[in-house]
């Protein structure tokens, strides 16, 4: 087993320095032949440093890489490519205009300028297809295909430059459960075949299913390499990703529904870009309950928020908040109601980066009072609050004139949670309220939510994690296409049948 | 109309379209692989002045011709490391290469013949090709032409072939639609983005040339007048493929030559000014029928950082 023929991969001490931040601090890794090694940690442990220098596209500071016993020197992703390492990132590098078969065969490094293989390709990719039990149609152009499929694609893509080590990036974060049983078979397909890879995740349970070695970062540096073993839980492993102890169970009280604060009767958006729209979405919002919306990432999910919040204008049907109809409100007339909102997209929607806390935190009404007036901002009374939040919500910065691009994610976050939920509210929309937290933020999050619940919110909670959405939910529904594929309550939710939904399957 | 009057117009159809095709694929290369070809009408415009400029020292059409091109190629070459390299914005990179050309090429003009002009260089026979041009009507129109329109029959063909079978041009469209994803396939972005934009002043080049030495048989202030342009709504309107391009250059090539006709014949009474607008018109209703039609290359515009 220890033989040293059986090692593919050895990266030796390797460090890396951005600026004056150490990104990877005299990290090792050892990948042997036909395993699945996890790479865990929290966002910013250093993971995605450490596989982009080993796929070339960041180069090391020190330390080497030895493949196969030998080392190489992978300063650029041909060389990767060329020893036999593949990358699938988390966002597929795919051309989506590109069939399927264009996308395999893209970036062949011999014969430059000849003929593409396009017969020859077909021939291989067959072969490989059956070999592996990966069923894939080389005509079909990538952007009609589902995210499941797409993986596939990466996955031959990296075979058919003879990859025997592959690394996936976060693969299961955009599947429905049904997709990552088929993604896990296929993974051990390749494993039985001999190929390695590197599995970087941050979900535990799935870690613990499929892989056979866990490796485990924290601060940029290597904390410990460990088998797989039953003794082994989802809890310990957290704890060495944090660095102490930490309880993951999500305390929560009985819900008691109240009156109803939102509903939404058959209504429809027009989708933008490339969303999908809203489609004919009825559900009706009470007081102390959260609502958990699931769905795979860009079913609807952004489009049904900014419905809701007057950024979108609706086609047909009715919104009614607190028994007033906002369908024809306008942002502003629907934000001067007791909502907490938190948008999807941290970084451009709900803050303004170059802005100092303050300003952020007076951001949403600077011209009421306590913040200001039609003329002024009152910037004295804008520091107080701020202040008084910041210690409210334990946000880590230097002050309340702090610029916002400064913070953490997580700080970030809490930020945006002080303004929209730090006074009473009567209703929260959410989108994806965790995304790129670490442990610590996601459970503050947690808290708040819950907190906001019992005190008589209602709670509109949609993420992608489905771990999450069960974990808070009073009612569970499931967007598909942006049509709301049903509602249950958090009872009758069985993680298969939500897997069928998300897929926009009916269940009876 | 009668039968020579057609033909005429259909041979000269030709004569006009090409310059505007061979743009129109220049375009297309660029294009593809994700920069803009705003500085085309520059490119036409440097070339036709050094291939007349070559041809009076030299009087041969060979090395004019490839004379122009190269000037044409040198002045993207210029273009691709503003933009590809350095970053700068691709819109107003290109208008500014356009008004250098225009420029630099009529004070060139004035300094080295004054007021009399550059004198007129001897004329490029068209060659007739035996047997096919007797076909009727198709026959003259395609098979008597100088020999550049022949080059630019064959040239179309390969240079779709190139763009839609080989393995570059699948690299140079990647490059266009998604850079980063073939920089993790190790295509290097930069060169092939830049050797599409030097292919593109090549044939931008090539049309500055066959415009000057086959057709103006001089070279005058603004000659390209605009083809620059017309090949790029061409290859827009013909969805950065080679032949839909050269569809759309031989409707602006119809446009120009009906215009051409229309001032010689005396008896229609209509403002010359009116004609002269022809061309324009169908450039205008091009760019109002593909407003939403079209979509371009991904990354267009878009300047690809290298971390």
């Known amino acids: ?508 | 109309m009668n039968v020579t009057v057609l033909v005429e117009y259909l041979n000269s159809t030709i004569r006009v379209s090409v310059p505007i095709i061979l743009v129109a694929i220049g375009v297309c290369y660029s294009e593809r692989g994700g920069v803009y070809a705003m500085g085309s009408e520059g490119y036409m415009l440097i070339s036709a002045f050094v291939s007349v400029v070559t041809m009076i020292y030299t009087n041969n059409h060979f090395i004019s011709v490839l004379a122009g091109i190269l000037s044409g190629m040198l002045v993207a070459g210029i273009f691709s490391y503003f933009t590809v390299i350095l970053g700068a914005d691709q819109v107003i990179c290109g208008l500014g290469i356009n008004f250098v050309m225009l420029g630099l090429t009529s004070s060139l003009q004035r300094l080295l013949w004054g007021v009399t002009g550059i004198p007129r260089i001897p004329v490029m026979n068209a060659v007739e090709i035996p047997v096919l041009s007797k076909i009727p009507l198709i026959g003259s129109m395609l098979f008597n032409q100088p020999i550049p329109i022949y080059l630019t029959y064959l040239l179309i063909p390969l240079v779709w072939w190139i763009m839609f079978r080989s393995t570059w041009g699948l690299q140079l469209r990647a490059v266009g639609e998604n850079p980063s994803c073939a920089d993790t396939l190790g295509i290097s972005v930069r060169k092939t983005r830049i050797l599409g934009i030097i292919t593109g002043g090549a044939f931008c080049g090539l049309s500055g040339a066959v415009l000057s030495l086959s057709q103006v048989q001089t070279f005058t202030e603004n000659i390209s007048g605009g083809r620059g342009w017309f090949g790029l709504i061409a290859a827009t309107f013909g969805g950065w493929n080679p032949l839909g391009a050269t569809g759309a250059g031989l409707i602006f090539g119809a446009a120009e030559s009906l215009q051409l006709r229309l001032q010689i014949m005396s008896k229609i009474n209509i403002s010359s000014y009116v004609i002269l607008m022809i061309p324009y018109l169908v450039a205008l209703l091009f760019i109002l029928f593909i407003g939403k039609s079209r979509r371009h290359p991904a990354a267009m515009g878009k300047f690809y950082k290298k971390y």
């Open chain 1, 1 to 508: 087993m220890d033989d040293k023929k059986d090692i593919y991969l050895e990266m030796r001490h390797i460090t890396k320095r951005f600026a004056n931040v150490i990104a990877n601090d005299d990290v090792s890794l050892t990948v042997k032949k036909g395993e699945i090694h996890a790479l865990l940690g929290e966002n910013g442990a250093g993971k995605s440093t450490l596989m982009n220098m080993l796929y070339g596209l960041v180069k090391r500071d020190e330390g080497e890489i030895l493949w196969k016993g030998k080392p190489v020197s992978i300063q650029s992703p041909a060389e990767a490519i060329n020893v036999g390492i593949g990358m699938i990132h988390q966002h597929f590098q795919l051309v989506e205009k590109f069939t399927v078969l264009e996308n395999i065969i893209l970036g062949r490094r011999e014969g430059k300028f000849i003929e593409l293989p396009l017969e020859e390709a077909e021939k291989k990719i067959q072969a490989l297809s059956e070999n592996y039990g990966l069923d894939i149609k080389t005509k079909a152009i990538v952007e009609n295909l589902p995210v499941g499929e797409q993986q596939k694609v990466e996955i031959v893509k990296a075979l058919y430059r003879e990859s025997d080590l592959l690394i996936m990036d976060e693969p299961t974060a955009v599947l429905t459960p049904q997709e990552v049983r088929k993604l896990f078979k296929i993974l051990n397909r390749l494993r039985e075949e001999g190929k390695s890879i590197i599995f970087i995740s941050h979900k535990l349970p799935e870690v613990l299913e499929l892989c056979d070695s866990i490796s485990i970062m924290r601060d940029g540096k290597m904390i410990r390499t460990l088998p797989n073993s039953p003794d082994l839980d989802s809890r310990l492993l957290a704890s060495y990703m944090v660095g102490r102890d930490i309880n993951l169970q999500v305390e929560k009280k009985t819900c008691v529904p109240g009156d109803v604060v939102l509903s939404l009767e058959h209504a429809c958006a027009e989708p933008v870009f490339e969303s999908c729209g809203v489609k004919d979405i009825s559900l009706e919002l009470r007081r102390g309950e959260i609502l958990g919306m699931a769905g795979v990432d860009g079913n609807g999910q952004e489009d049904l928020s900014e419905l809701i919040m007057g950024l979108r204008k609706l086609k047909s049907g009715k919104i009614t908040i607190l028994g007033q109809d906002i369908s024809n409100y306008s942002t502003k007339q629907i934000r001067e109601m007791p909502i907490g909102y938190i948008p999807a997209d941290r970084n451009h929607a709900a803050l303004v980066l170059d802005f100092s806390l303050q300003l952020n935190m007076a951001i949403n009404h600077p011209d009421k009072k306590p913040y200001g007036s039609k003329w002024r901002l009152n910037h004295k009374e804008i520091a107080r609050i701020t202040k008084e939040k910041m210690k409210q919500f334990r946000v880590a910065a230097s002050g309340s004139g702090e610029l916002a691009g400064n913070l953490s994610g997580g700080n970030q976050q809490k930020v945006v949670l002080a303004r929209e939920v730090g006074e009473p509210v009567d209703l929260i929309i959410a989108v994806y309220p965790t995304r790129g937290l670490d442990i610590d933020a996601t459970h503050f999050v947690f808290d708040t939510m819950l907190k906001a619940r019992d005190e008589g919110a209602a709670v509109l909670y949609i993420s992608t994690e489905l771990e999450e959405i069960m974990a808070l939910s009073d009612r569970i529904g499931v967007l598909n296409e942006g049509t709301l594929m049903g509602i249950m309550p958090r009872e009758e939710a069985e993680v298969e049948k939500i897997g069928l939904l998300m897929a926009g399957e009916q269940v009876v």
